[in-house]
């Protein structure tokens, strides 16, 4: 059983990691993911004694973080204010500068500095205290705890004020900065509507999208986003697409035409038939990839999650290294070493490193989402960043995937009776090529006629027509069956026919370049990709054409499903793989790749599934476009590892030669987070 919790009050990525190590632990989890990012975490467990599991998952949590409460179902979390925590700041801030100000007075010191810093840090007190009779020591309040508590033992009191207020002052900034992160994301997916208008019963109502079954009739007013997929039985009207595409042009509609989920009604009123139930609609399989898209992570934000649990524990043997052995060793000052110590405490939070390299992720996955482009996992982010060589499915990725029989060459009968025998034997075919060879015949086909169909893969179709056996395919089905024919000489598809052993003649199908594959092909060399090849079941000449076109590295043709993923396997042993199909013939290399894309994936259910980037429209422009997408969310995201580390590598290294003083070292716990987040944030704005 699966189910989702909303979260309040959780307010850090450690303590979110913390939760989710120590709730998977638990007898019956099968998998768990505390989503920090969304304030949400997924459970599943054991159907049996799922209650018994979600109430110790509750204990566990409080006993790790007892301010963080779970909401099942559909309420509504709360919004946490940070109102109470800016007054303290700004009253702490008055506090502090009086009393630094303040002439000699008979009052110690010491009383008068406890003032702001109770005011101001008295929360981190509580709760650090709490963690150590739980005994969780490593985070970050007991750390500034201990910390400023040390600098009031040296005296230091301005500087453990001061460190105090600027601490709080950063996290109620990195809130703010997650808080507007988490809002810019939530309106990129802000795609589907709260209600639908349905009619029933004569009566229109209005009904939550979920509540709508199929068949029924819903209403789509122009300006009203489409809910629900959907067939038009009334009404014409402009639909804005791009928040499934990308792309900002209408498209025209009319009755019959299918209407998916997320497009927008532009102009006239519409009438739409329901063909799927919401949870099945594209809207919902879009919101559902993006949003766990953080269930799988790429290799540095695992790396980040692990260095984060040994990054903590090290900084503090140094502090207590710093602090008690190195006086000993050399006969120095206790109080000196003690505040270089305290330093390295502060610095020894790597909630920088631990919020903004998952954010960054998930920035880059909310731009793409928003271009058109569905990245189900910053894993997959990652290794298209990566991506050496690109192979590509011919028809339908590079070429239009719209066939036209464009000549006949009729040898042992005359060509009104050969293409009337080639649209009878694929009367029952869905592919392309059949299709456009029924469109060329323009007539009834005569069930009664029509024998056994079988189809073969990658080589065409064996059929009984008038009693008598026809193949129909390529020329390799013609060897294999003993049957000589030409060679296929001409630019297209070439269709051998033969009956009972006799070769018949053949039709020639043609199909077009897509406008933009040599552009989309250009820019994708110009990123640096080391090679473009491509893998396809059609003859050497037509693939020849087409490579030559493109201006490809390389081609394989005639290819079975089988082949093609042998290619594959063979490619990926020299770089990382990236490989463009359809989403339909080309599940097992997309599967396979370390990186499968599906064109034109818009609507289609196999494509969604098999593939790990699906591009919502057919566009070969949208490939350069996620490569620059991926490519600048790896960037930004080591931009902040090495900004986060190296910073504190540097205060650790200053503090211990005692150059470095708190608030140096405050930066570079809270300021750093900030700066950190802030640069993530760069991911969300992706120009077209």
Same mark, same amino acid.
């Not at 005994?135 to 001061?162: C, K, R, S």
């Not at 997916?189 to 009739?217: F, Y």
């Given at each position: 059983?699966?189910?989702? &919790?909303?979260i =309040?009050?959780?307010?850090?990525a450690?303590?979110?990691?913390?939760?989710?190590?120590?709730?998977?632990?638990? @007898?019956?989890?099968?998998?768990?993911?505390?989503?920090?990012?969304?304030?949400?975490?997924?459970?599943?467990?054991?159907n049996?004694?799922?209650?018994?599991?979600?109430?110790?998952?509750?204990a566990?949590?409080?006993?790790?973080?007892p301010?963080?409460?779970?909401?099942?179902?559909?309420?509504?979390?709360k919004?946490?204010?940070?109102?109470?925590?800016?007054l303290r700041? *700004?009253?702490?801030?008055?506090?502090?500068?009086?009393i630094t100000?303040?002439?000699?007075t008979?009052?110690?010191l010491l009383?008068?500095?406890?003032i702001?810093?109770?005011?101001? $840090?008295?929360?981190?007190?509580?709760?650090?205290l709490?963690?150590?009779?739980?005994?969780?020591?490593?985070?970050?309040n007991?750390?500034?705890?201990?910390?400023?508590i040390g600098? &009031?033992?040296?005296?230091?009191?301005?500087?453990?004020?001061?460190?105090m207020l600027?601490?709080?002052?950063?996290?109620?900034?990195?809130?703010?900065?997650?808080?507007r992160?988490? @809002?810019? *994301?939530?309106?990129?997916?802000?795609?589907?509507?709260?209600?639908?208008?349905?009619?029933?019963?004569?009566?229109?109502?209005? !009904?939550?999208?979920?509540?709508?079954?199929?068949?029924?009739?819903?209403?789509?007013?122009?300006? =009203?986003?489409?809910?629900?997929?959907?067939?038009?039985?009334?009404?014409t009207?402009?639909?804005?697409?791009?928040?499934?595409?990308?792309?900002?042009?209408?498209?025209?509609?009319?009755?019959?035409?299918?209407?998916?989920?997320g497009?927008?009604?532009q102009?006239?009123?519409?009438?739409?038939?329901?063909?799927?139930?919401f949870?099945?609609?594209?809207?919902?399989?879009?919101?559902?990839?993006?949003?766990?898209?953080g #269930?799988?992570?790429?290799k540095?934000?695992? /790396?980040?999650?692990r260095?984060?649990?040994? +990054?903590?524990p090290?900084?503090?043997?140094?502090?207590? &290294? !710093?602090?008690?052995?190195?006086?000993?060793?050399t006969?120095?000052?206790?109080?000196?070493?003690?505040?270089?110590a305290?330093?390295?405490?502060?610095?020894?939070?790597?909630?920088?490193?631990?919020?903004?390299?998952?954010?960054?992720? &998930?920035?880059?996955?909310g731009g793409?989402?928003?271009?058109?482009?569905?990245?189900?996992?910053?894993?997959?982010?990652?290794?298209?960043?990566?991506?050496e060589?690109?192979?590509?499915?011919?028809?339908?990725? !590079?070429?239009?995937?719209?066939?036209?029989?464009?000549?006949?060459h009729a040898?042992?009968?005359?060509?009104?009776?050969?293409?009337?025998?080639?649209?009878?034997?694929?009367?029952?075919?869905?592919h392309?090529?059949?299709?456009s060879?029924?469109?060329?015949?323009?007539?009834?086909?005569?069930?009664?006629?029509?024998?056994?169909?079988?189809?073969?893969?990658?080589?065409?179709?064996?059929?009984?027509?008038?009693?008598?056996?026809?193949?129909?395919?390529?020329?390799?089905?013609?060897?294999?069956?003993?049957?000589?024919?030409?060679?296929?000489? =001409?630019?297209?598809?070439?269709?051998?026919?033969? #009956?009972?052993?006799? +070769?018949?003649?053949?039709?020639?199908?043609?199909?077009?370049?897509?406008?933009?594959?040599?552009?989309?092909?250009?820019?994708?060399?110009?990123l640096?990709?080391?090679?473009?090849?491509?893998?396809?079941?059609?003859?050497?000449?037509?693939?020849?054409f087409?490579?030559?076109?493109?201006?490809?590295?390389r081609? /394989?043709?005639?290819?079975?499903?089988?082949?093609?993923?042998?290619?594959?396997?063979?490619?990926? @042993?020299?770089?990382?793989?990236?490989?463009?199909?359809?989403?339909m013939?080309?599940?097992p290399?997309?599967?396979?790749?370390?990186?499968?894309?599906?064109? $034109?994936?818009m609507?289609?259910?196999?494509?969604? =599934?098999?593939?790990?980037?699906?591009?919502?429209?057919?566009a070969?422009?949208?490939?350069?476009?996620?490569?620059?997408?991926?490519?600048?969310?790896?960037?930004?995201v080591? @931009?902040?590892?090495?900004?986060? !580390?190296?910073?504190?590598?540097?205060v650790l290294?200053?503090?211990?030669?005692g150059?470095?003083?708190?608030?140096?070292?405050?930066?570079?716990?809270?300021?750093?987070?900030?700066?950190a987040?802030?640069?993530?944030m760069?991911?969300l704005?992706?120009k077209?």
């Amino acid at each position: 059983m699966k189910q989702v &919790f909303k979260i =309040e009050n959780l307010d850090c990525a450690h303590c979110a990691q913390k939760l989710e190590d120590a709730i998977h632990k638990i @007898q019956g989890v099968s998998q768990v993911r505390v989503d920090f990012l969304h304030q949400k975490l997924t459970l599943s467990a054991d159907n049996a004694h799922f209650d018994e599991i979600v109430n110790e998952m509750l204990a566990v949590s409080h006993a790790i973080e007892p301010e963080v409460t779970f909401i099942a179902g559909k309420q509504k979390a709360k919004t946490k204010k940070h109102t109470k925590t800016l007054l303290r700041i *700004i009253l702490a801030a008055v506090l502090f500068a009086a009393i630094t100000l303040m002439p000699a007075t008979p009052v110690p010191l010491l009383f008068l500095y406890l003032i702001p810093y109770l005011l101001i $840090g008295g929360d981190i007190l509580l709760r650090a205290l709490k963690n150590i009779c739980r005994g969780q020591v490593f985070d970050e309040n007991f750390l500034m705890a201990l910390a400023t508590i040390g600098a &009031f033992a040296i005296h230091e009191y301005p500087e453990a004020v001061a460190v105090m207020l600027f601490y709080q002052v950063g996290e109620l900034f990195q809130n703010y900065a997650v808080g507007r992160s988490r @809002q810019s *994301i939530t309106q990129l997916l802000n795609i589907c509507p709260d209600t639908a208008t349905v009619l029933r019963n004569g009566e229109l109502i209005q !009904l939550s999208p979920e509540d709508v079954t199929i068949g029924e009739t819903i209403i789509i007013r122009p300006g =009203e986003k489409i809910p629900l997929d959907g067939v038009i039985t009334e009404g014409t009207s402009a639909l804005d697409t791009s928040a499934l595409t990308g792309e900002s042009l209408p498209r025209t509609v009319c009755m019959q035409d299918e209407v998916l989920s997320g497009c927008i009604n532009q102009s006239g009123l519409l009438h739409v038939q329901v063909t799927k139930p919401f949870a099945e609609s594209t809207v919902a399989k879009i919101l559902e990839l993006v949003e766990n898209a953080g #269930s799988k992570k790429a290799k540095t934000e695992n /790396f980040i999650s692990r260095f984060s649990r040994y +990054y903590t524990p090290c900084v503090v043997i140094c502090a207590v &290294f !710093l602090a008690f052995l190195v006086p000993l060793i050399t006969g120095d000052s206790f109080s000196g070493w003690l505040h270089r110590a305290l330093i390295f405490l502060v610095v020894s939070c790597p909630c920088a490193l631990v919020i903004s390299v998952p954010l960054s992720f &998930f920035g880059g996955i909310g731009g793409a989402s928003k271009q058109g482009i569905l990245i189900k996992g910053g894993n997959y982010l990652e290794a298209l960043a990566k991506a050496e060589i690109f192979v590509f499915d011919k028809t339908g990725t !590079l070429t239009e995937g719209v066939f036209r029989v464009t000549s006949m060459h009729a040898v042992a009968t005359d060509e009104a009776t050969l293409l009337e025998l080639a649209a009878h034997a694929e009367s029952y075919s869905a592919h392309p090529i059949a299709e456009s060879i029924r469109l060329a015949y323009g007539k009834d086909i005569a069930a009664s006629r029509i024998g056994k169909l079988t189809e073969l893969a990658g080589l065409g179709i064996r059929a009984t027509v008038d009693k008598k056996t026809v193949l129909l395919g390529n020329k390799k089905l013609m060897e294999e069956s003993g049957i000589s024919c030409p060679d296929d000489g =001409e630019n297209g598809t070439t269709v051998h026919i033969a #009956s009972n052993g006799t +070769y018949l003649g053949s039709l020639l199908i043609s199909d077009r370049i897509k406008p933009e594959a040599a552009d989309a092909l250009a820019a994708v060399k110009a990123l640096g990709i080391k090679e473009t090849i491509m893998l396809t079941g059609d003859t050497p000449e037509a693939a020849g054409f087409v490579s030559a076109k493109l201006k490809l590295d390389r081609f /394989f043709a005639g290819l079975l499903p089988a082949d093609k993923l042998a290619h594959a396997e063979r490619l990926m @042993q020299k770089g990382t793989l990236a490989f463009v199909g359809d989403g339909m013939n080309d599940a097992p290399v997309l599967a396979c790749a370390h990186v499968g894309i599906a064109m $034109g994936a818009m609507g289609q259910d196999a494509a969604i =599934e098999a593939a790990d980037i699906v591009l919502m429209d057919d566009a070969p422009s949208k490939i350069p476009a996620a490569i620059k997408i991926a490519r600048k969310t790896m960037s930004i995201v080591h @931009q902040n590892i090495i900004f986060a !580390l190296g910073v504190k590598a540097a205060v650790l290294l200053l503090g211990a030669l005692g150059i470095a003083n708190m608030w140096f070292a405050v930066f570079a716990d809270v300021g750093v987070s900030v700066l950190a987040i802030v640069n993530a944030m760069r991911t969300l704005h992706v120009k077209k």
